[in-house]
């Protein structure tokens, strides 16, 4: 594969899976990852409850950990939520903001998702910033002016390549096992990259784009060899450490 401009990230987002006794698969992540150094990043996204436990596990290692959402506020009387600062003070490099299941189950706005990624920023977290269209939106052909309107919207001022990650999810591709043509793709992450370019300038060279949406090993070659694919955010097929490591083996 043709070197990047940007060092490749494969993630891990677990949702709401994973107990104490998954940390043998996190084990064999780690494993995996020592011959994968300096080629591709990865990152695994447990549940909060396995946060600490995971950083403790990476520790030493090429894999990082990070949580799957946070609160704007620092602190305070938000029963059930967790900070950005608590996500780094148990161990995480990063946190994934404005995920469409956030957006669709929890009423997740653009200005929501911004505080987040600020939020983020204060705690010194990378912010893993989605977004993605609707299957009605990519039918009536608005795709682009949805990635437009998340982009400005959930994006706050000040982005550089080591504190900020887009990934771009196209809602309907998410665990159905549908995936977007190489040139949807394509067309998708040049425009966000344009787009960023827009608003950050230079810096906007150094962000990393990831596709998310049905990753799986047998896909990845494909997906992940297209212009501006900086890597993937996967769901499903990252509670398997030899399907995760699959996917990431696409960097070699
Ligand atoms: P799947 O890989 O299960 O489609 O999930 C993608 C996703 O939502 C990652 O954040």
Avoid at 4 to 23: C, E, F, H, I
Avoid at 116 to 121: F, I, R, S, T, V
Avoid at 147 to 159: C, E, T, V, W, Y
Avoid at 205 to 218: E, M, N, T, W
């Amino acid at each position: 594969m043709a070197a990047l401009p940007r060092r490749a990230l494969v993630a891990g987002n677990w949702k709401m899976n994973g107990l104490k006794r998954s940390t043998t698969e996190l084990e064999k992540v780690v494993a995996g990852a020592g011959a994968l150094a300096g080629k591709v990043e990865l990152m695994i996204f447990p549940p909060a409850t396995l946060v600490t436990a995971f950083a403790a596990t990476v520790h030493g290692s090429e894999v990082g950990i990070g949580g799957q959402d946070c609160h704007a506020e620092a602190s305070g009387a938000f029963t059930g939520d967790i900070s950005a600062e608590m996500l780094a003070d148990a161990g995480a490099k990063a946190v994934i903001v404005g995920h469409s299941e956030r957006r669709t189950l929890h009423k997740e706005t653009d200005v929501e998702v911004r505080a987040k990624a600020l939020a983020a920023w204060r705690a010194g977290l990378t912010a893993v910033v989605c977004i993605g269209e609707a299957k009605d939106e990519r039918v009536s052909g608005k795709t682009l002016d949805v990635l437009g309107r998340q982009i400005d919207g959930s994006l706050p001022d000040g982005a550089t390549g080591a504190n900020l990650v887009i990934a771009y999810e196209p809602v309907w591709a998410i665990g159905t096992g549908l995936t977007p043509t190489a040139a949807d793709v394509a067309e998708a992450h040049g425009f966000i990259r344009e787009r960023l370019t827009a608003r950050y300038g230079d810096v906007a060279q150094a962000v990393r784009v990831l596709y998310g949406g049905s990753v799986k090993p047998s896909n990845a070659k494909e997906l992940m060899g297209v212009a501006n694919v900086d890597g993937a955010l996967v769901g499903g097929a990252s509670l398997k450490a030899d399907e995760f490591l699959g996917i990431a083996n696409v960097y070699r």
